[in-house]
T-cell receptor, first 115, second 109 residues
Framework: NAGVMQNPRHLVRRRGQEARLRCSPM?????VYWYRQLPEEGLKFMVY????????ESGMPKERFSAEFPKEGPSILRIQQVVRGDSAAYFC?????????????FGSGTRLTVV | ELKVEQNPLFLSMQEGKNYTIYCNYS?????LYWYRQDPGKSLESLFV???NGAVKQEGRLMASLDTKARLSTLHITAAVHDLSATYFC?????????WGAGTKLIIKP
């Protein structure tokens, strides 16, 4: 069981570039969640997706950020025209059912640095 | 708005001692989670507490949940250096986890 796979582990982007973060959920999990963690803080919810559907994107910034979870392939979190404030660790989690009764499994995260 | 508060935020202790981390939350929730995070690493699930009065233990860690008081505790017994990490509690609001700020635990040999 490979767990939740995120890549890349580290990503460096210059201001104004695009960042693409990928997440493959655990086998059998069809619910994916993205969280952002700033240094020395807890995680903040960004978006919840099921296959081909965005269920809740209430935590996503209104501009520059988008997420998808296509029928085939990993979930993608896309940040356009990155700014220094986007530097953070981005974690993906997946679950078997759309509640946490069986818990959420987290990936190793992508650490984004904007220079 | 659901808020989750942990205390203390920082804890330095000697090996062999006992201590408790507290997690308060502001509105009703039936599920509470404890996670461990090592520096630069992902979040490791420790406990999922699903009901009032739930108590779970794993090794030197024991977690409990009082939904009426909106309080969870993580108790560390006879701490060892390997338990040094940051510990987070999180409360489930539907499918969103609302996180505490974390407790950074340093255990000195």
């Amino acid at each position: 069981n490979a767990g939740v796979m995120q890549n890349p582990r580290h990503l460096v982007r210059r201001r104004g570039q695009e960042a693409r973060l990928r997440c493959s959920p655990m086998k059998g999990h069809s619910h994916v969640y993205w969280y952002r963690q700033l240094p020395e803080e807890g995680l903040k919810f960004m978006v919840y997706l099921q296959k081909e559907n965005i269920i809740d994107e209430s935590g996503m910034p209104k501009e520059r950020f988008s997420a998808e979870f296509p029928k085939e392939g990993p979930s993608i979190l896309r940040i356009q025209q990155v700014v220094r404030g986007d530097s953070a660790a981005y974690f993906c989690a997946s679950s078997l059912v759309p509640t946490g009764i069986y818990g959420y499994t987290f990936g190793s995260g992508t650490r984004l640095t904007v220079v | 708005e659901l808020k989750v508060e942990q205390n203390p935020l920082f804890l330095s202790m000697q090996e062999g001692k006992n201590y408790t981390i507290y997690c308060n939350y502001s509105t009703t929730s039936d599920r509470l989670y404890w996670y461990r995070q090592d520096p630069g690493k992902s979040l490791e699930s420790l406990f999922v507490l699903l009901s009032n009065g739930a108590v779970k233990q794993e090794g030197r860690l024991m977690a409990s949940l009082d939904t009426k008081a909106r309080l969870s505790t993580l108790h560390i017994t006879a701490a060892v250096h390997d338990l040094s990490a940051t510990y987070f509690c999180a409360v489930d609001r539907d499918y969103q986890l609302i996180w505490g700020a974390g407790t950074k635990l340093i255990i000195k040999p």
